[in-house]
């Protein structure tokens, strides 16, 4: 009996040192590989061909003719599949008047809040994420900059995957990608 105890105390000892070094249990390692943007051209005939883009060619109107899509590439780099991966994402404009092309702009606060849920990333798993609502969300948005006499200079995505009590929070979780947009006017 006495030696069964000392075993219990000698693996808690083991546990509490492997613990104190840094170790964790197991689990999955959920990471965020990249950002792609993709763009769709409105057709008579409905929709278009997804093309991938380093820009965003949109000249200023109350009409978005060619509409921006985001692609968030996430992995599970774990040992075990992760269930509910929460993304959390926010999209933000820099801004300038309509007319001023020398001007930079300015970042404004995001004008979309969202977020999205993976049901089940498998071990070792790799997934690309649409993130089709934001030419809709920004639709309305960009129709209110018009009509104020602004537009975008540029549209920036941030994604974060929140993590759990278990798991660690580091760089690897949070994304940021910018689209520069082409077609502001030199006049007004």
Known sequence: MILGIDRLKMAA??????????????SAEVVLRGIRWYVVESTERGRGQRTEVSSW?????????VKPRAVLVVANRGPKAEEGVLLRYAVSGRVARIGDAGS???WTVPFWV???RI???KSNQTKEIWIEELSLRMRRHLRRLY???FWLKAIKIQIVAEPRQEQSF??????EQ???VDGFPAGG
């Open 104 to 106: 930079e702009g300015i």
């Open 147 to 149: 009509r104020a006499g």
């Open 13 to 26: 000892v083991a546990a509490g040192v492997w613990m104190l070094a840094g170790g964790t249990i197991a």
């Open 57 to 65: 060619k949109e000249s200023p109107g109350l009409e978005v003719r």
């Open 170 to 175: 580091d760089a690897r979780r949070i994304l």
């Open 119 to 121: 049901p089940v990333l």
């Open 178 to 180: 910018e689209l520069p």
């Open 114 to 116: 969202e977020e999205k």
